[in-house]
């Protein structure tokens, strides 16, 4: 009955709410409408709930039996040790559970757990996550990096801040600072040795938590978002340390949020490197090496095609796109 409803509800959704020139928009970048048939539809699907251990505080195997005992089923995610999708029938509420609680695990979309393992921080580094709230990245990274080193999160809204606070202390973060700054003006006399910049973005990833970036989806405010995402990249790579290295990702799958951006920003730096890090992802797309707009063909830099693109009805995870780059010694 559930997924009879849901197939209902997806069906008004396409009817009311796409509007005709997001569609033609989305057919173009995607080839044609058979392949956005199934993107939309799979798009508009709930996401398959997933969660990451937090091994400063459990061990995998632990946590993994403890939820086990509970009846949860858990199916490792391919490219992360800590990964698991997670269901039991008719149960979605993880977040109530005393594990939860507890801050043994950090429910996160599976793409969400990628651009922390491309930037790869190594223990004992100075880390920013320049656009840091929640904090599913931030609390990762802290993870990774053993809580050793310092991390700086920043994020804008003050509001969302809460949200970031709780977060690192239900997950035993002791290794982070909050700051709550514009991240086009900040400021630190020492630079940094890697930088997340998991960029505001439309959201057009993820349709099925958030059917606002659908209604909201409009050319104009793409490419307002560009020009605060190049800023925001342009910054990040004056607070990196020579030799330091970032990640820029979003949760869109807009040219004018992702390729063109770094277009953009490659362009002024000559000596910027981008990197391949090899993580064990299937059915991942290229980005694009060119790209049409008001008539005119954009070539985009080579360099951009180390970035991955994660496209929904493709890898079953929400849309990401994710790019490391490397600043010049
Ligand atoms: C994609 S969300 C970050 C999600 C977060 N990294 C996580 O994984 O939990 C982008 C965040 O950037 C913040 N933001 C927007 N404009 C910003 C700016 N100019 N400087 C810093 N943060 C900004 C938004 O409030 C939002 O919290």
């Known amino acids: 009955?559930?997924?009879?409803?849901?197939?209902?509800?997806?069906?008004?959704?396409?009817?009311?709410?796409?509007?005709?020139k997001y569609k033609k928009h989305y057919i173009?970048?995607?080839?044609?409408?058979?392949?956005?048939?199934?993107?939309?539809?799979?798009?508009?699907?709930?996401?398959?709930?997933?969660?990451?251990?937090n091994t400063l505080k459990i061990k995998v195997e632990e946590l993994k039996k403890r939820l086990e005992e509970k009846n949860w089923n858990l199916k490792q995610i391919s490219f992360i040790k800590e990964g698991f999708y997670i269901e039991k029938e008719d149960r979605r509420d993880i977040g109530n559970l005393e594990e939860h609680a507890l801050g043994y695990f950090y429910v996160q979309?599976?793409?969400?757990?990628?651009?922390?393992?491309?930037l790869n921080p190594k223990k004992h580094t100075?880390?920013?996550?320049m656009a840091a709230a929640p904090g599913s990245k931030t609390t990762q990274i802290a993870a990774i990096k053993e809580n050793t080193g310092v991390i700086i999160a920043n994020e804008i809204d003050y509001n969302r801040i809460t949200a970031l606070k709780a977060n690192l202390?239900?997950?035993?973060?002791?290794?982070?600072?909050?700051?709550?700054?514009?991240?086009?003006?900040?400021?630190?006399?020492?630079?940094?040795?890697?930088?997340?910049?998991d960029?505001?973005?439309?959201?057009?990833?993820?349709?099925?938590?958030?059917?606002?970036?659908?209604?909201?989806?409009?050319?104009?405010?793409?490419?307002?978002?560009?020009?605060?995402?190049?800023q925001l990249l342009e910054k990040a790579y004056e607070l990196l340390k020579p030799g330091g290295t970032l990640v820029y990702s979003t949760c869109s799958l807009e040219v004018e949020e992702n390729e063109l951006v770094i277009n953009n920003f490659l362009k002024n730096h000559e000596e910027a490197k981008t990197i391949k890090e090899n993580i064990n992802i299937k059915n991942i797309s290229k980005p694009y090496e060119e790209y049409k707009k008001n008539e005119k063909t954009i070539k985009i830099d080579s360099r951009v095609k180390k970035a991955i693109r994660l496209w929904p009805h493709k890898t079953n995870m929400d849309g990401f796109f994710i790019i490391k780059i490397k600043k010049e010694e």
Do not use: H
């Open 1 to 20: 009955m559930k997924e009879e409803k849901r197939l209902e509800e997806k069906e008004k959704i396409k009817k009311t709410m796409i509007k005709e």
């Open 169 to 197: 202390e239900r997950m035993g973060v002791l290794n982070t600072i909050i700051t709550n700054k514009d991240g086009r003006n900040l400021n630190f006399k020492k630079k940094f040795d890697n930088i997340l910049l």
């Open 199 to 230: 960029a505001p973005c439309s959201g057009t990833g993820t349709l099925s938590k958030s059917l606002k970036s659908l209604t909201m989806w409009n050319p104009k405010g793409l490419e307002r978002l560009q020009r605060l995402q190049t």
């Open 126 to 129: 100075l880390t920013l996550d």
């Open 109 to 118: 979309e599976a793409s969400s757990m990628i651009p922390p393992l491309m």
């Open 28 to 53: 173009k970048l995607l080839g044609s409408e058979e392949e956005y048939n199934l993107f939309i539809d799979k798009a508009l699907d709930y996401a398959k709930r997933s969660i990451r251990v």
